[in-house]
């Protein structure tokens, strides 16, 4: 069984463009979180939320918005893409909060070209 | 914001020494301390961690220690095996606000 899970895997798409990543766990988890790692391999924290609320917001560009149909999910729409959105992008859950092992998906991979 | 430097950047051992990699962080409320494994293309996982109420941590061939008056802590990897070669990343969460900042990652090579 799979415990958190990302939909698509791979994304290629053309700048200006608007697309969407989908996330689920079924651990149960009360915290969710998006991640993003560059071609560096640094892994940035974007999002978290908590039982369907977002708790953080790291300075990221309003393109980007999240969303949180119920606990299990959480959804991460982009627009009016850029070169610069080109990265892995990792959905992650744990139990109450950060300070427990956070359970990463299998990442989405997105090129803008 | 929590700050996490980790060193060093890159590291190349032959099998079967010892690897060791360290974090510094900045927010003294931390209380805890993972490190997380990613293999090529993979996602990170988890391989061990540490809470302030303990020193030091063992798991095999994976140890981490924590010096809480310093505000650092170290992994420690001996008797290294090619299946060691990843990128390591530490984290310092903070305590009630949802947010994880890890360090910079270090690359780990094991030689044959």
């Known amino acids: 069984d799979t415990a958190v899970s990302q939909t698509p895997k791979y994304l290629v798409t053309q700048m200006g463009n608007d697309k969407s990543i989908k996330c689920e766990q079924n651990?149960?988890?009360?915290?969710m979180y998006w991640y993003k790692q560059d071609s560096k391999k640094f892994l940035k924290i974007m999002f978290s939320?908590?039982?369907?609320?977002?708790?953080i917001n790291e300075t990221v560009p309003n393109r980007f918005s999240p969303k949180s149909p119920d606990k299990a999910h959480l959804n991460l729409h982009i627009n009016s893409l850029e070169l610069g959105d080109s990265a892995v992008y990792f959905c992650?859950?744990?139990?109450?909060?950060?300070?427990?092992?956070?359970?990463f998906g299998p990442g989405t991979r997105l090129t803008v070209l | 914001g929590e700050n996490v430097e980790q060193h060093p950047s890159t590291l190349s051992v032959q099998e079967g020494d010892s690897a060791v990699i360290k974090c510094t962080y900045s927010?003294?409320?931390?209380?805890?301390f993972p490190w997380y494994k990613q293999e090529l293309g993979k996602r990170p996982q988890l391989i061990i961690d540490?809470?302030?109420?303990?020193g030091e941590k063992k798991d095999q061939r994976i140890a981490v220690t924590l010096n809480k008056t310093a505000k650092h802590f170290s992994l420690h990897i001996t008797e290294t095996q090619p299946e060691d070669s990843a990128v390591y990343f530490c984290?310092?969460?903070?305590?009630?606000?949802?947010?994880?900042?890890f360090g910079t990652g270090t690359k780990l090579q094991v030689i044959p």
């Open positions: 927010d003294s409320a931390s209380n805890y």
């Open positions: 984290a310092a969460p903070k305590e009630g606000y949802q947010k994880v900042t």
């Open positions: 651990l149960g988890h009360d915290t």
């Open positions: 540490i809470r302030s109420n303990v």
């Open positions: 939320y908590n039982n369907k609320e977002l708790i």
């Open positions: 992650a859950s744990s139990r109450d909060g950060s300070y427990n092992e956070q359970f």
